[in-house]
Structures are given as structure tokens and as C-alpha cells.
């Protein structure tokens, strides 16, 4: 057993498995281990004002959000989340949102729940769990989650997950029980370098140089498209070509389950000096019924046919693809959230992993760059939900994606956001946490409530002029989101309007 007994000083971790920080020396404060008996240790989290008592064979990871505290051992993990919901949320939409996964019976097996008080504060308790995944070596199926509400629409969850059923009541209330409020004191820091881009060199010789000469040794941000009718057909996207006077060198193509790899439309794209940045979502329009808990069935083996031929033709194409698997996972209209899967970020990452891995021994990974890509509002906008905790690690990731949109006001609750409202923030954030090149994946800006041609303007500006040296490529999302009874909602087309046409022709004449 590890001893661990930090008192009242800074926490040196060096961190080698954890998929955030792999590899990397990070200094934290206010993060205290002390042992209090011969096998319990008192975790102590400064910053945010709580203890918890765990057995003495959990380590601390490294915090991926100052909100979130991990505690993990092979078959057990224990994660603390403080959340001040004042602005987008109550304790009672909190609970009922956190655990609507409940009603997928499919895939979920609800156990026990109650409504009771820890030291005075009113919790609510929900046990559960799920079938064992063969293809996850510690799989961590059972769960237990506890809401505590602090009043004033704060609130404190503890969710343990365990690899083997919890033995009794006590086994998991323990825990539970353990835990008290403290005093806030201090921050948390972070000591780390971004600054460098870092990417893998193992690709072929056509993707190498790909890599050069678009994210290491370019000059100048490259501009794609997401055309609805390209890369199958590009006689609408000459048109536009013309139109703006600029040759688009990435297109963006979505797929599901119910297509098989685009090898024909790839390597037509090809031979224009265009690349794909090549979207898979693992779900089904044509039987939605699928969908439930598709995260549990592709670990565990269910499609492995249909991704090893989905590699296998990606590496015989044996050109640059720019792979994005599952993006925006931290927004609950994607079916691949933890949203549907027992809240359990871990789900996502394992998946990710296991795709990855696929086209590994297939040979993809030459030739395929893998593209991670949240958006950036997560929403529910909960701290289990955080984007940071779909992160599958640096080995995995070769390009972070950025996407936000400007919605405009169509919707009740949405609002107009100027690029420089969205990206400057977003970029920063990113550019503390990530040394990896960046991509504008899909982005754009509604025509309904603002002034889409000045939007349009400053953003150009706002690129040109702002400190954005690790974003190599952006590529303009050219659709309509439609509400449901078939009314253009989101007309994020630039060739709607000639001003807006205009627009584009005179910001990309200096790309």
C-alpha cells in the first residue's frame, strides 16, 4: 500500500497515465493528501472547500478543470464536481437532467435511490449500473451518484464508480459520509509550456508533407468548406469558387453507420489539391433504436467489422485524411454524449480509443489525422460534462478542433455573438491546455438578429490581426439549420447574400 502524507505544502505529481497530461510536471496547491489511518487517506481540496476520506489505494489525478478532483485505482474511482448552477441551471433541473440517461432501460440497470441529508444538507442518491464491458480491462460498471445541495444553487456531486458490485449499503455510503465542507482557500496553478506545437512524425511521405506544408511550415490560415453537395459532386462548388475568387483547399463530409468509407469521393477530391476533413458519428438515421448506449455496444465489439473494412479502405486511399470522430460529444443533442451513457466521460474516451486502435492495426494512422473537437458550450452545462473530461489523451489526438457558432436570435434563449465573443476566449483557453495545431472545424454565423456582412468583416479582421499562431485551417460550415416545421431557423450560407458574398471575396484576397 502507498503512504501518502503532504501536509500544508505544494503537491509535486508527475503524471505519466493521466490522458490529459501525460508525461508532464504540473505543480498544484491546496490539493492535500494526508493518511488517517492504515487504509484510509483524507483528501482535501483547499481551493474549493471539502474533504473526503477514500481508501488508501486511490491516487489523486491531475485536476482537468479547477472544479472537478479525481481519486482513482484500477477498480475504483471516486470524483468530486462543485458546481455553481446561479446562472443556467437549479439544483432541482440538476438532478433531474444529471440522471435522464435512468430512462434508457436498454442499456442501464437503476438499483436504489433516496433523499436524505449529509451534515445538514438535503442529497439526493441514485445507484445504478450497467452490463460489463468485455473490451475494457477495468470496467468500472457500477455506480453511485449523490447530489448535494448547498442552497443558493450550489451544489457538490460525488460519483463512484466501481469495477466490482458494491457489497453492501455501507460500502459506498462511507465514502459518501466522509465528506465535509472547509474552508476556501488559495487557487490551483498550473505550471505548464504550450507553447510549442508538437504533432507525431509516423505518417507516410505524402502525409508528412502534408503536415509541413499545412501545419508546421504554413504561412498563411488555409480556408475549406462544408459544401452539402461536395466532395460527390463540385460543379455548385465551382460556382462559389468563382464567385469568391478563391480555390478552397478542405471540405468537410459528415458520415454515420448508414454509409460506408467515401474512397471514390476522397480521391476525387484529391486530384482538385482539395483534402477531407472526414466526420464520423457513430449513430443511425435510418434506425435510431441503435442508438441507445451505442458508446457500450462498439466497446464491446459490436461493429468491429464495420470499422476494420472502414480502416482498412482509409489506409488503402493512403492519402492526408483529417479524421474527426464523434465531435461536440459534451452537447446533449449528440447521441454519443456521456449525456446517454451513466454520465461517464470515461465511456467516450474508451471508444475513442478503441476506434483509434482499430485503424492502428489496420495501418490508417498513417495517412489519417486524428481530429478531437468539442464545441465550445457544453451543455448541459454541467462540471461532469466538462469538455477537458472527453480528452483521450495526447496519444490519440494529432489536431484539437475548435467550433462555435454564431446561432443569432431565431431561437428563444439564444443570442448574437461576434467571432471576436466566441473565438478570442475559446483560442486562449485552448492554447493553455493543448500543443497541438488547431483548426476552425465548422463555424459560421446566422443571418437572423445582427448584421451578418459586418460579422463576417470582423471576423477577417479578428484572424488577420489577432494572435492566433496555432490555428492552421478554417473551414466555413455553408447550410441551413431548420426548425421543425421546415423554416430556415440557422442560414449560415455565405451565397445568400452578395454582400455577404462580397464579404468573403475581399477578406480571403489577402489568404
Not at 443533442?333 to 451513466?342: A, E, K, N, T
Not at 465511456?347 to 465550445?376: C, M, Q, T
Request: with cysteine; hydrophobic share 35%; net charge negative.
Amino acid at each position: 500500500m502507498k503512504r501518502f502524507l503532504i501536509i500544508n505544502m505544494l503537491v509535486m505529481l508527475v503524471l505519466t497515465s493521466f490522458s490529459y497530461a501525460e508525461e508532464k510536471v504540473v505543480k498544484l496547491e491546496n490539493h492535500i493528501v494526508k493518511e488517517i489511518s492504515n487504509d484510509l487517506i483524507r483528501y482535501t481540496n483547499k481551493e474549493l472547500g471539502y474533504q473526503i476520506e477514500v481508501d488508501d489505494n486511490l491516487e489523486l489525478k491531475l485536476p482537468m478543470d479547477k472544479y472537478i478532483s479525481e481519486l482513482r485505482s484500477d477498480k475504483l474511482e471516486v470524483e468530486v464536481y462543485y458546481d455553481d448552477l446561479s446562472e443556467h441551471s437549479s439544483f432541482l433541473s440538476y438532478v433531474n437532467y444529471t440522471t435522464k440517461f435512468l430512462n434508457d432501460e436498454k442499456s442501464h440497470t437503476f438499483e436504489y435511490k433516496e433523499s436524505k441529508k449529509l451534515n445538514g444538507r438535503p442529497y439526493k442518491l441514485f445507484k445504478w449500473s450497467r452490463d460489463k464491458i468485455k473490451n475494457i480491462e477495468h470496467d468500472r460498471n457500477h455506480y453511485v451518484l449523490v447530489l448535494i445541495n448547498m442552497g443558493n444553487d450550489k451544489a457538490y456531486t460525488i460519483f463512484i464508480k466501481s469495477e466490482d458490485e458494491f457489497k453492501d449499503y455501507d460500502s459506498y455510503m462511507d465514502i459518501v459520509k466522509s465528506f465535509k465542507i472547509t474552508d476556501k482557500i488559495g487557487m490551483t496553478r498550473y505550471y505548464e509550456d504550450m507553447s510549442d506545437i508538437q504533432i507525431r512524425d509516423n505518417f507516410n511521405e505524402v502525409t508528412t508533407n502534408f503536415v509541413d506544408k499545412y501545419f508546421i511550415n504554413n504561412k498563411k490560415l488555409h480556408w475549406g468548406i462544408f459544401e452539402p453537395t461536395a466532395p460527390t459532386a463540385f460543379n455548385y462548388l465551382n460556382t462559389l469558387e468563382k464567385q469568391i475568387d478563391y480555390d478552397f483547399n478542405f471540405l468537410l463530409k459528415y458520415q454515420t453507420f448508414d454509409s460506408s468509407f467515401p474512397l471514390n469521393e476522397l480521391e476525387e477530391a484529391y486530384k482538385r489539391n482539395e483534402y477531407v476533413e472526414l466526420t464520423f458519428q457513430t449513430m443511425f438515421f435510418s434506425d435510431p433504436s441503435k442508438n441507445k448506449g451505442i458508446l457500450y455496444d462498439i466497446i464491446d465489439g459490436k461493429y468491429d467489422d464495420y470499422f476494420k473494412e472502414y480502416a482498412r479502405l482509409a489506409n488503402e486511399f493512403d492519402k492526408p485524411i483529417l479524421f474527426r470522430l464523434n465531435n461536440e460529444m459534451n452537447g446533449d443533442w449528440c447521441v454519443y454524449s456521456s449525456f446517454y451513457h451513466s454520465m461517464d466521460t470515461d465511456i467516450y474516451k474508451d471508444s475513442y480509443r478503441y476506434i483509434y486502435n482499430i485503424f492502428e492495426e489496420a495501418g490508417a494512422n498513417d495517412n489519417v489525422l486524428w481530429v478531437w473537437n468539442p464545441h465550445d458550450i457544453s451543455f448541459p452545462k454541467f462540471k461532469w460534462n466538462d469538455y477537458m473530461s472527453y480528452y483521450p489523451g495526447d496519444k490519440y489526438v494529432d489536431v484539437v478542433g475548435l467550433t462555435g457558432y454564431n446561432t443569432g436570435t431565431y431561437y428563444k434563449g439564444e443570442v448574437w455573438r461576434e467571432f471576436s465573443q466566441i473565438y478570442p476566449e475559446l483560442y486562449r483557453d485552448y492554447d493553455e491546455k493543448f500543443n497541438k495545431p488547431f483548426i476552425i472545424t465548422e463555424f459560421g454565423s446566422n443571418k437572423v438578429g445582427g448584421d451578418k456582412v459586418n460579422w463576417v468583416n470582423q471576423m477577417f479582421d479578428e484572424i488577420r490581426y489577432g494572435d492566433y499562431k496555432k490555428l492552421k485551417i478554417a473551414i466555413w460550415w455553408n447550410g441551413i439549420d431548420w426548425d421543425t416545421q421546415g423554416n430556415p431557423a440557422r442560414t449560415y450560407r455565405l451565397d445568400k447574400d452578395p454582400n455577404v458574398i462580397e464579404a468573403f471575396k475581399k477578406g480571403l484576397m489577402f489568404y
